[in-house]
């Protein structure tokens, strides 16, 4: 059961790619009607969608398509290759599992342990945070916020034994939440709290990413969807859907919990935030997570303040992501803007390199979207600056072609380096150096896993101060960051 609010959206387009054929795509190509398009729910009349845009939809609607038709191969090809590489480590790497399969003492690996690693943790196995960071440092919260947004993607036993025997906090729980649309429980968040004192009270709300081979994960990211939220702007429909829109109604500001109802993201956990602001009024919150868990992590508080959640807002210490895709037109955009200054929140939002997905979907004249917050950007070496957009804004810009395939060789050769630069912590194995390769030929992709993001927060260096967001001051100096 849901209480609406007194608006309800009447301008959005939500595709069903599972409802019609191919005659029905053909239709939604050839006509502007695209109401009458069985893939399609949007009001009648409403919409005049132009060549482009229906291009755009009709590919949106392909790869979802694709997508699902992959699905289970693509999902047992993930759980082989990470149940092959905990296989192998957990054995003692090639002579280990040798000695150990001639022995018949093989180590099999248990997908709910504490010990096994998701494929993006072999990538990047730092579970703990940076031994130089204090509380109140001018980076604590993006260092933290980052290792967060990296352990999100591992399962809850990891989590939990990561969060209360290596971080030595109190872990609040990790959540399946349910996407109404997909049917199924395909966003993942967990939350900690770290009580320093009565007057240092900070829980982390981490919203996991897009795995490698989640074929649900990536529906998320290509559905083209989009929703207008009243007197707030357009939002990306996939991201809506995955952090708890309701169908027929869309974000009313209370639903009621039932046992038979699965719980949705937003309103799960705004509603455990809003215990724990009860218990402790000086209490404060951040927000994470890494690509698709940060455009998650951006839309948590456009809904809080669309439904006026005034306490929370204030209680809002910051939004941190790292390599966030756009989620929303210049109008969410300037609507966000004017809430960060009016609660004073720190939006800070990190891109690194060339990475392929802060610069998708495309801001241009046909999908018309917008990032906003605070930009933080690093290059190849670390040096970040505050920047109003990272630098080819556009991913598929034929200009800067060579420059990213350039930029994706010097990284490999970084690789080789690092460890000698800064220390055994910052090693790239094998498999991390495999997708670096693949870098070489898809430049952006190598430069979207977590690592680089955490080498930004622990040796990366920062021309200014992150502005405050109440003043929009920012103080000229070289912060080094290691």
């Known amino acids: 059961m849901v209480v609406p609010l007194e608006e309800s959206s009447q301008d959005f387009v939500v595709l069903k790619p599972h409802d019609g054929g191919i005659i029905d795509l053909l239709r939604l190509l050839l006509f502007r009607d695209i109401e009458k398009s069985k893939f399609v729910d949007c009001p ?8 482009k845009r229906r291009w755009l939809i009709f590919l949106s609607i392909i790869v979802q398509k694709i997508l699902n ?14 149940m092959w590489l905990n296989l192998y480590s957990d054995n003692g790497n090639s002579l280990g599992l040798l000695m150990n399969i001639l022995k018949w003492k093989v180590v099999i690996p248990d997908p709910k342990s504490a010990r096994y690693r998701s494929n993006t943790a072999f990538m ?7 031994k130089n960071l204090i509380y109140g440092d001018h980076r604590y919260y993006a260092a933290f916020s980052v290792m967060a947004a990296k352990l999100a993607y591992e399962n809850a036993a990891f989590v939990e034994e990561t969060v209360k025997d290596h971080w030595k906090m109190e872990f609040s729980g990790f959540y399946d939440y349910w996407n109404e649309y997909q049917e199924l429980a395909t966003t993942q968040a967990f939350m900690l709290r770290d009580k320093i004192s009565d007057d240092i009270d900070l829980t982390v709300v981490s919203f996991r990413g897009t795995e490698m081979f989640d074929s649900d994960a990536w529906s998320t990211d290509f559905d083209l969807s989009w929703y207008e939220i009243p007197n707030v702007g357009k939002v990306h429909g996939g991201f809506m859907k995955a952090l708890g829109l309701q169908k027929d109604h869309g974000w009313p500001k209370e639903i009621l919990h039932t046992t038979s109802r699965p719980e949705v993201a937003y309103y799960s956990i705004r509603d455990k935030l809003r215990e724990i602001i009860r218990e402790n009024k000086k209490a404060k919150f951040i927000v994470t997570g890494h690509s698709l868990g940060g455009a998650l992590a951006a839309l948590f508080p456009v809904i809080l303040a669309y439904h006026g959640e005034t306490e929370l807002l204030h209680s809002l210490e910051g939004v941190y992501t790292f390599g966030q895709p756009r989620v929303g037109d210049d109008t969410l955009a300037e609507f966000m803007e004017e809430q960060i200054h009016l609660h004073n929140v720190k939006f800070a939002r990190y891109v690194y390199g060339h990475d392929m997905v802060p610069r998708l979907p495309y801001d241009d004249k046909t999908l018309m979207l917008k990032h906003f917050g605070t930009c933080v950007y690093y290059d190849r070496f670390y040096k970040g600056k505050i920047v109003k957009e990272e630098p080819n804004k556009n991913y598929f810009e034929m200009k800067w072609f ?16 690092l460890r000698h630069q800064y220390g055994q912590e910052y090693d790239e194995g094998w498999f991390l150096l495999m997708f670096r390769t ?3 030929a898809i430049p952006g992709i190598s430069a979207h896993m977590p690592q680089d993001y955490v080498n930004c927060t622990r040796v990366g260096s920062l021309e200014t101060l ?9 103080p000229s100096q070289i912060i080094s960051l290691n």
């Open 466 to 474: 992150l502005p405050d967001a109440s003043t929009g001051s920012r």
């Open 69 to 82: 038709s992959v699905k289970k191969p693509l999902a047992w090809f993930g759980m082989a290759l990470e």
């Open 124 to 130: 990047d196995n730092r579970i703990q945070l940076d």
């Open 438 to 440: 693949i870098g070489l």
């Open 44 to 51: 009648e009349g409403i919409y005049d969608a132009h060549f």
């Open 402 to 417: 060579i420059p990213k395939i350039t930029n994706s060789f010097m990284e490999m050769v970084r690789s080789f380096r």
